[in-house]
């Protein structure tokens, strides 16, 4: 059964970056979708975006383009999240997951989501 | 971007009686090429992560409880438990795939009376 293990927790300062590992021990992550989500303290969860190694494809909503890069390395099994110019309202917990892909007559596309990482709590204060 | 819509935010239900919570996406999750709503369910205790329930709007994941259930279509979606049990007491998400960016509903809070 593949767990993903995050890096720990962050303090960073406002317009500062941040990088965030998830490596999958006992599975990969070439051949599945890898998700990153967000969630605010007390609040509900947000995707930033994703990867499909097979496809090289990375996508990221539309809120956060620009700002966040989505990498992994099939080699080590490990993906990374890395969003810059960092603000108050980024602090959150940071999971990554590892979840399907589809591919039906529209093309390929992000699925469920399952498992998911621990989570990273990144703390963006001055 | 499709706006999932979950209702209530939260209730109280006595342990085994029935909960259902709903879900409503802005567009139709159904793509009738392959006859599949693009819609999944997650549960998440506190200080944990999510866990998936369902995917395809009602196919139950492996070690799920029988007690719960999805089901809906287009644009209308349940998740019933259909006897709470006490360890069933946590925050419950839908989330579409039907297309990028994935999104979530708010959740539903789901507590003991």
């Known amino acids: 059964q593949v767990q993903l293990v995050q890096s720990g927790a962050e303090v960073k300062k406002p317009g500062s970056s941040v990088k965030v590992s998830c490596k999958a021990s006992?599975?990969?992550?070439?051949?599945?979708?890898i998700s990153w989500v967000r969630q605010a303290p007390g609040q509900g969860l947000e995707w930033l975006g994703g990867i499909i190694p097979l496809f090289d494809t990375a996508y990221y909503a539309q809120k956060f383009q620009g700002r966040v890069t989505i990498t992994a390395d099939e080699s080590t099994g490990t993906a990374y999240m890395e969003l810059s110019s960092l603000r108050s309202e980024d602090t959150a917990v940071y999971f990554c997951?590892?979840?399907?892909?589809?591919?039906?007559?529209?093309?390929?596309?992000?699925?469920?989501?399952?498992?998911w990482g621990q989570g990273t709590l990144v703390t963006v204060s001055s | 971007d499709i706006v999932m819509t979950q209702s209530p935010d939260s209730l109280a239900v006595s342990l085994g009686e029935r909960a259902t919570i709903n879900c409503k996406s802005s567009?139709?999750?159904?793509?009738?090429?392959?006859?599949?709503?693009?819609l999944a369910w997650y549960q998440q205790k506190p200080g944990q992560p999510p866990k998936l329930l369902f995917y395809w709007a009602s196919t139950r994941e492996s070690g799920v409880p029988d007690r719960f259930s999805g089901s809906g279509s287009g644009t209308d979606f349940t998740l019933t438990i259909s006897s709470l049990q006490a360890e069933d007491v946590a925050v419950y998400y839908c989330?579409?795939?039907?297309?990028?960016?994935?999104?979530f509903g708010g959740g539903t809070k789901v507590e003991i009376k």
């Open positions: 989330q579409q795939y039907y297309s990028a960016p994935l999104t």
């Open positions: 567009q139709s999750v159904f793509y009738s090429s392959n006859n599949n709503n693009y």
């Open positions: 997951a590892r979840g399907t892909y589809y591919y039906d007559s529209r093309g390929h596309g992000f699925g469920w989501i399952d498992p």
């Open positions: 006992g599975g990969t992550v070439s051949s599945y979708a």
